[in-house]
């Protein structure tokens, strides 16, 4: 096993880094969730003139790894332009499903000029699932949806809706769809980014290649969309625990600086341990799929994994910050926000362990 | 970054594992996939053969039996050895003394000592810990008096492991107690057990077991030749060898292994049916796979051979996961778990010695840096606390 970063890698890891350092800081990300966009288009050219926007749109490269990499910087920033919800994630069904002439599509986004989004979930989606409610019926040589999708997230900037739905003849089909042409419900996540419920209502769908069942397609884009949260949440992981110590050294209570608590400093310990094994998982999961192992049994591992660190490492920041972690002026909340939005996006802790369980008796040593 | 084994690396292990299982004698490895302890003879057995092919050294310097391998041919080794169930080489020998007696001793004890502690012709014990000396090691006690060509041994050691089986003990003695840190006056001795003055005592531990001991040493006459290096050097020696044993600390393998037969039985008793048992076991398989990983980036981290702070991590992790294995075989055998040595019971053998060794596995987070210890060298050397 080899876990360095290419020369490529790292370029892009410190340029990436450095484009969202030199954009945000806490009070100017404040700033901009508030905004009625919650985001930044300024930003979101720049992302597009790094090439960011268009990672994972060649068929013959996942560019998980390269993902993965511009995903721990954007967890590191909290930076909330949506590059995985209205780009990377929607843009990579199009790019294994679509005909020619909708991959073309793919210049605009990459270039950052059209919005994506990904509707899928649906009320009583769970655990990650290809079936879905939303229906398809042909109208001669058309077709038209209808059906709810929530959350879609990024739902409420997009241009245009990736769509899930049923077929008439069995199986999940996949859909483009004009977000001109249907109803939406916007708002905003608890942790300062943006969706939408989209109704559909005999909403004219062109479907994305062929109007064939779409399951396995529907199954890999979750399994990469998980790899990217992951990635994205080992980032916030590592700035909450930086955080933490910060504050650990620099906090006076009792006339010294609160690292002289062992009580403290063996939890931020304890922290330190948690992040390394979800930042481990986060790898297994990206360099599975860049090896073209698109398992969602390993996708459910890492994103276990994360989930716990996540939600230690959430609370643990906190915790050790005291007071000062409630605010929403500090940073560290946000990211205790963003770390449980993680955890609850595509499968939580608790439903991935059930997937877990369903294979459990199926082998004897656990392997990678 | 690629997940996958190198071709090379792949042909290395296959030929691991094919010598593993054809050299190694079945009847060893099932005592071992059974976690029943074994014998002097049994522990010998399997070292010698290791050692005859060349296997029982790996990490030593190649002149002295080591090989030159990769770091990832190193863990390879550990990993495929420990799925075997492949009782491993003597830790005293193969990971303590001889390391250190590799680095720092004279030509002469290099040439007296290396061959039968590869060999184990020589069985080491380790004399570290006092009863006024567990986590705070620097504070020991014992004493070596220079007197001619000899040093005059006084003071005790304890948690001496298998102590009852060894021949020779390596020891930190304080050699300068006025030396203006405590830790500048220690020197790394090595003493034949046979010494007149030394007196082992067991300890029995909470499971009815007895692998440590108390060792007392009085006025115990050693060849000042037995000293390893320089004189108040030892606390040096003594870090390097703590800080060597990277490869196999974490116990992966062994784990494994043991949440194999874990489910194995909760396959037979029906208790994997229970999706409150099976989500701890799921879980505790995760967060093995999360360790096997931190341990390959630790592994091809540390290609300069420095010990690498994060394999806190792994001696932390590893031995929670030992313990977590340990603490599910108990619940699987929920009430045959209670008799012991109970021959001809309804109660099946590995139940009966469940709980024994859930208790003996209560010392993982203690020994080796006991994990209170191993979180302080987080906070202070990784995140600067």
């Not at chain 1, 930086?242 to 010294?256: E, I, M, N, P, S």
Request: aromatic share 6%; with cysteine.
């Amino acid at each position: 096993m080899d876990f360095q970063l290419s020369d490529e890698q790292a370029l892009l890891r410190d340029t990436t880094r450095e484009l969202l350092a030199r954009t945000y800081d806490p009070e100017s990300r404040n700033k901009i969730i508030e905004s009625d966009l919650g985001w930044s288009r300024d930003v979101w050219s720049r992302l597009a003139d790094t090439g960011i926007l268009g990672l994972g749109f060649e068929p013959d490269e996942s560019g998980q790894n390269e993902i993965a990499v511009v995903l721990t910087e954007i967890g590191r920033r909290l930076a909330p332009e949506p590059v995985l919800h209205a780009a990377l994630g929607p843009g990579a069904v199009i790019a294994h499903q679509g005909s020619d002439a909708q991959k073309r599509l793919l210049e605009e986004v990459a270039a950052g000029r059209r919005l994506l989004a990904f509707a899928h979930l649906e009320a009583g989606h769970r655990k990650p699932t290809a079936t879905v409610i939303t229906a398809a019926v042909p109208q001669g040589d058309s077709w038209t949806l209808s059906g709810t999708k929530n959350p879609v997230l990024a739902g409420d900037s997009a241009d245009t809706l990736v769509v899930s739905a049923a077929l008439p003849d069995g199986g999940t089909g996949l859909f483009l769809v004009d977000a001109e042409a249907v109803h939406r419900h916007p708002y905003p996540t608890f942790d300062g980014q943006r969706g939408a419920q989209i109704d559909f209502d005999g909403t004219p769908a062109e479907p994305l290649g062929d109007a064939v069942d779409a399951s396995s397609a529907i199954r890999d884009a979750i399994v990469r969309i998980q790899s990217a949260l992951c990635s994205e949440a080992v980032g916030a992981m590592e700035e909450a625990l930086r955080l933490t110590t910060d504050y650990l050294k620099a906090r006076k209570q009792f006339g010294v600086t609160l690292n002289k608590f062992q009580a403290l400093t063996q939890r931020a310990a304890d922290m330190y341990v948690s992040l390394e094994l979800a930042r481990s998982m986060s790898f297994y999961a990206a360099m599975s799929i860049a090896d073209g192992n698109l398992d969602p049994v390993i996708a459910s591992r890492a994103k276990l994994q994360i989930g716990r660190s996540g939600r230690r490492i959430a609370q643990e920041s906190i915790q050790l910050h005291g007071g000062i972690g409630m605010t929403a002026e500090y940073p560290v909340g946000h990211y205790a926000a963003r770390l449980t939005a993680i955890e609850h996006t595509l499968g939580s802790s608790q439903d991935h362990l059930q997937l877990l369980i369903d294979h459990i008796a199926d082998y004897d040593l656990a392997r990678l | 970054m690629k997940l996958a084994l190198t071709p090379e690396e792949a042909a290395f292990r296959d030929e691991l594992r094919t010598f593993y299982t054809a050299e190694i004698p079945e009847e060893l490895r099932e005592l071992m996939r059974q976690g029943a302890s074994l014998s002097k003879d049994q522990i010998a057995t399997s070292h010698k053969i290791l050692n005859d092919h060349g296997l029982a050294v790996p990490n030593w310097p190649v002149e002295w039996g080591g090989k030159d391998w990769t770091a990832n041919q190193h863990q390879i080794w550990a990993d495929e050895m420990q799925l075997a169930c492949v009782p491993e080489p003597l830790n005293f020998n193969t990971k303590m003394v001889g390391p250190v007696i590799a680095e720092f001793g004279t030509r002469e004890i290099k040439e007296r000592f290396l061959p039968p502690t590869a060999s184990i012709d020589i069985w080491w014990c380790q004399g570290f810990s006092e009863p006024e000396a567990g986590s705070d090691l620097a504070s020991l006690r014992t004493t070596a008096v220079r007197d001619g060509d000899s040093y005059v041994v006084n003071g005790q050691k304890t948690w001496t492991t298998l102590g009852q089986y060894a021949d020779w003990i390596f020891c930190l003695v304080r050699t300068d107690p006025r030396a203006p840190k405590r830790q500048a006056g220690i020197s790394f001795l090595l003493i034949d057990m046979a010494t007149p003055g030394i007196t082992l005592r067991p300890i029995k531990l909470i499971d009815g077991g007895y692998e440590v001991n108390e060792v007392f040493f009085e006025d115990v006459r050693v060849p000042a030749n037995q000293l390893v290096g320089e004189e108040n050097q030892g606390w040096t020696y003594a870090k390097f060898l703590l800080g060597n044993e990277r490869t196999g600390i974490a116990g992966v393998g062994r784990t494994k292994v043991r949440l194999a037969e874990v489910k194995k039985h909760a396959k037979a008793t029906g208790l994997l049916d229970d999706p409150l048992f099976a989500a701890r076991l799921a879980e505790a398989e995760n967060e093995l796979l999360a360790l096997e990983l931190t341990q390959s980036r630790v592994v091809s981290d540390s290609a300069d051979g420095q010990p690498n702070p994060a394999s806190s991590v792994l001696k932390m992790r590893g031995s929670q996961l030992q313990q977590v294995a340990t603490e599910l075989l108990v619940e699987v055998a929920g009430p045959d778990a209670l008799p012991v040595d109970g021959d001809d019971t309804a109660s099946p053998p590995w139940a009966q010695s469940s709980a024994r060794r859930y208790l003996n596995y209560r010392k993982t987070s203690i020994y080796g840096g006991s994990n209170e210890v191993q979180r302080n060298i987080i906070a202070s050397t990784i995140l600067g606390l």
